[in-house]
T-cell receptor, first 112, second 115 residues
Framework: DAKTTQPTSMDCAEGRAANLPCNHS???????VYWYRQIHSQGPQYIIH???NNETNEMASLIITEDRKSSTLILPHATLRDTAVYYC?????????????FGTGTKLQVIP | DVKVTQSSRYLVKRTGEKVFLECVQD?????MFWYRQDPGLGLRLIYF???????EKGDIPEGYSVSREKKERFSLILESASTNQTSMYLC??????????????FGSGTQLSVL
């Protein structure tokens, strides 16, 4: 699995968009980008994933650069409940037998 | 919704004890994972399993073993607990091989303290 690099921490004002970057310069052609978040004292929760096209769901948007070496998770209107650690990982989408590794993530603090 | 249940939320054990952490999922997932989480170190993969009786080492398997006798249950075993195994342990599961979205579902975690 490719490694990812994320900033250790970020702040965002409540109501503003939170843009969380992730570098994955060694990503392979068959690897997807997945985002998870972990609210304090809970297990991580899936947010979104994508291969090369931008993706949007009810929680967030995912922008992947054309060369696929980096991506940005966008929370369009951050709320205090979005305060969490956000993890970006890359992995093959399907096929079992795969190690799924996380890094240290980005701690997002949403400020009132 | 998928439910991943870890048997204990908090556990206190003594050095040298054999410790079992149990994880059960209810969605017939092939893949199951054990992670530990420590401040500043993120989630680190201990072991994973992609089928009954199959297991693979993760990044930090030393001092741990696992058991998967049934598809829904994945147990993490600390053969002789040590204080440096004090940590939050997280179990996860996912489908395999049939979808392009093998998202992981996590349990709530077990905070293990070894005294």
């Amino acid at each position: 699995d490719a490694k990812t690099t994320q900033p250790t921490s970020m702040d965002c004002a409540e109501g503003r968009a939170a843009n969380l970057p992730c570098n994955h310069s060694t990503i392979s052609g068959n690897e997807y980008v997945y985002w998870y978040r972990q609210i304090h004292s809970q297990g991580p929760q899936y947010i979104i994933h994508g291969l090369k096209n931008n993706e949007t769901n009810e929680m967030a948007s995912l922008i992947i650069t054309e060369d696929r070496k980096s991506s940005t998770l966008i929370l369009p209107h951050a709320t205090l409940r979005d305060t969490a650690v956000y993890y970006c990982i890359v992995r093959v989408a399907a096929g079992g037998y795969q190690k799924v590794t996380f890094g240290t993530g980005t701690k997002l603090q949403v400020i009132p | 919704d998928v439910k991943v249940t870890q048997s204990s939320r908090y556990l206190v054990k003594r050095t040298g004890e054999k410790v079992f952490l149990e994880c059960v999922q209810d969605m017939d997932h092939e893949n199951m994972f054990w992670y530990r989480q420590d401040p500043g170190l993120g989630l680190r993969l201990i072991y994973f399993s992609y089928d009954v009786k199959m297991k693979e080492k993760g990044d930090i398997p030393e001092g741990y073993s696992v058991s998967r006798e049934k598809k829904e249950r994945f147990s993490l075993i600390l053969e002789s607990a040590s204080t440096n195994q004090t940590s939050m342990y997280l179990c996860a599961s996912s489908l395999a091989g049939v979808t392009t979205n093998e998202k992981l579902f996590f349990g709530s975690g077990t905070q293990l303290s070894v005294l």
